[in-house]
């Protein structure tokens, strides 16, 4: 009995998506790093602290 007898073509669809999928992940990976090196490239400066926010409580 052949398991893809009675599906033609199944393997290489399956195949297909698979590849296709690796390639998405990878091209979307390239893209992620070139965008954070091009922000670390282009803002080298080290954010500057918030200074902290006091809170008053007015009472009428």
């Not at 007898?5 to 070139?34: M, N």
Request: hydrophobic share 50%; glycine share 2%.
């Amino acid at each position: 009995m052949d398991p893809d007898a009675d599906l033609p073509g199944f393997t290489s669809h399956a195949l297909e998506l698979l590849l296709a999928t690796i390639i998405t992940i990878i091209f979307v990976e390239l893209i992620r790093r070139a965008l954070i090196y091009l922000d670390l490239r282009f803002h080298q400066r080290p954010a500057r602290p918030r200074e902290p926010i006091d809170f008053r409580i007015i009472h009428v």
